[in-house]
């Protein structure tokens, strides 16, 4: 059973438009991390958000963290390519990391 | 500074074999945990090692088990394959200082394990 659930499960857009990723859960976490995974790789961390009401922003990446703490947001402004991959939100407690499904994100140049 | 490499990359076993992967963290790194993925379950929390000892453990059957040596490198083995073992595994390493997610997770390219 999976605590986070994340939406959509995929998403296929073209360069220089703009998507969001969804990450709900019924319980409260003390962070959320945000991972992206290419082919052939592991996941690597783009962001951790603490605070409830939290925004972080990465270059053309925003993240959120609901005021609730349950929930969070991915907004990639201008997609490009290179933005093509798997993104996973997790939450950490007692020493492990429990993921969403993922949501597989295409961007066509 | 060298990743988390993890040992062999691609592996093709059978039905009642056993199996051991090798992980070897980030030079300095204490804490090393084991992920399972599969596209149908995505990623699943196997086990984590700290010092030598297993902090925490998943859902998964005794088949499953692993060990983390005093140079933090650390082994799993899976006893008794079946078809379903087929996947991905994937370790990553941390540093372990203060709150666990305070530390951010490296993690290697996986093992990628079939199982005919």
């Known amino acids: 059973t999976q605590l986070l659930e994340q939406s959509p499960q995929f998403l296929s857009i073209q360069e220089g438009e703009n998507l969001t990723v969804y990450c709900n859960s019924s319980s409260v976490f003390s962070s959320l991390q945000w991972y992206r995974q290419e082919p052939g790789e592991g996941p690597v961390l783009l962001v951790t958000v603490v605070t409830g009401g939290e925004v972080k922003k990465l270059k053309r990446l925003t993240f959120q963290f609901g005021d609730a703490r349950k929930d969070s947001s991915l907004h990639i402004t201008a997609a490009q390519p290179g933005d093509t991959g798997l993104y996973l939100c997790a939450a950490s407690n007692d020493y492990k990391l429990s993921f969403g499904a993922g949501t597989t994100v295409t961007v066509r140049a | 500074k060298a990743g988390v490499t993890q040992t062999p990359r691609y592996l093709i076993k059978t039905r009642g074999q056993q199996v051991t992967l090798s992980c070897s963290p980030i030079s300095g790194h204490r804490s090393v945990s084991w992920y399972q993925q599969t596209p149908g379950q995505g990623l699943q929390f196997l086990f984590e090692?700290?010092?030598?000892?297993?902090?925490n453990k998943g859902n998964f059957p005794g088949r499953f088990s692993g060990r983390q040596f005093s140079n933090s490198r650390s082994e799993m083995n899976v006893s008794t394959l079946e078809l379903g073992d087929s996947a991905l595994y994937l370790c990553?390493?941390?540093?372990?200082?203060?709150?666990?997610?305070?530390?951010?997770?490296?993690f290697g390219p996986g093992t990628r394990l079939t199982v005919l």
């Open positions: 090692y700290f010092s030598e000892t297993q902090r």
């Open positions: 990553a390493s941390s540093l372990a200082q203060g709150a666990f997610y305070y530390n951010e997770q490296f």
